[in-house]
């Protein structure tokens, strides 16, 4: 027996949602509801299940979007993706593990839901313009001008400078090292001046409102944060295809993603939302 097509691209099908609603949660809902359609249909009529499959995902994923858009407006403080755990393999794919980043994820949700879809399917997925029109219910023209304007805005806003993988690694290890001691000046030493912290608690867990400015500010935050908990750890782990942290705080975890420039810190990205930490201890297997 052939493997069903649905089981075979499942990783490609949930790396599509995922990129396009930035909540693994989410984007298995999808799954879930693309699967359902496609064990309904007489599948011997379709002549490209992939293609089938991806359109799918895109159009239940493009519902589900217009859908979060409303709900996050309503979010208490600032909204950050899901991190997902990943094995170093997916850094192997520069592309991909660069469009799966906490911080191009956060990028693309500025994007409109069809702008994103556009995005995802031709930069990511390489899909022509005719399938993607299919998927999003616009002409391939229209596409084409859909694509322009994405590609410009993400250009505009995704992190300057890419890095080298081991020059990642090593700035986000000594980041940990200097989280997990709580150490101020060495906090000071890797980040750039200008660094951003944003942090995601939503409105459960104590978590900055707003993002806060400055490696002065940010270092002092991080250090008193290690000396007024009980318990408190951070150690390297792989998330959405790059080096990261994992903390806990009195035994709540949490998930630190970084950006690094010309050998510093120059974003920080602190999840501790626990809706959002389901997905750190088994790694998720990404494709395209």
């Not at 899901?82 to 906490?102: K, M, N, Q, W």
């Not at 990028?107 to 930069?123: H, K, Y």
């Not at 949490?254 to 626990?274: F, K």
Request: glycine letters at 6%; a negative charge; zero cysteines.
């Amino acid at each position: 027996m052939t493997e069903d097509p649905f089981v075979a691209h499942r990783s490609l099908l949930f790396t599509v949602a995922y990129e396009m609603l930035g909540s693994a949660a989410d984007a298995e809902d999808v799954l879930q509801e693309t699967w359902l359609r496609w064990a309904d249909i007489d599948q011997s009529q379709v002549r490209d299940p992939r293609a089938y499959l991806v359109r799918a995902v895109t159009r239940q994923a493009l519902n589900r979007l217009r859908t979060l858009s409303r709900s996050r407006e309503d979010y208490v403080g600032q909204w950050l993706p899901e991190p997902v755990l990943t094995s170093p393999d997916v850094a192997e794919d520069v592309e991909l593990a660069e469009s799966v980043s906490i911080a191009m994820l956060t990028v693309l949700e500025t994007l409109g839901p069809v702008e994103r879809a556009v995005f995802v399917l031709r930069e990511v997925f390489d899909m022509p313009y005719g399938e993607i029109a299919e998927a999003v219910g616009k002409s391939a023209a229209a596409v084409r001008q859909i694509a322009r304007r994405a590609r410009e805005h993400v250009a505009a806003r995704r992190p300057r400078v890419q890095v080298s993988r081991s020059e990642q690694q090593a700035v986000v290890e000594r980041f940990v090292i200097a989280l997990r001691t709580g150490r101020l000046q060495e906090l000071l030493e890797v980040m750039a001046p200008e660094v951003v912290m944003i942090a995601d608690g939503g409105g459960f867990v104590a978590a900055a409102l707003v993002p806060i400015h400055g490696a002065e500010v940010v270092a002092e935050l991080l250090a008193r944060a290690n000396r007024v908990v009980a318990a408190f750890d951070a150690t390297t782990v792989w998330l959405n295809g790059a080096p990261a942290g994992r903390i806990e705080v009195d035994g709540e975890p949490g998930a630190v993603s970084l950006v690094v420039e010309s050998g510093r810190v120059t974003r920080i990205y602190v999840l501790r939302n626990p809706r959002k930490l389901t997905r750190l201890d088994k790694p998720t297997e990404l494709a395209r």
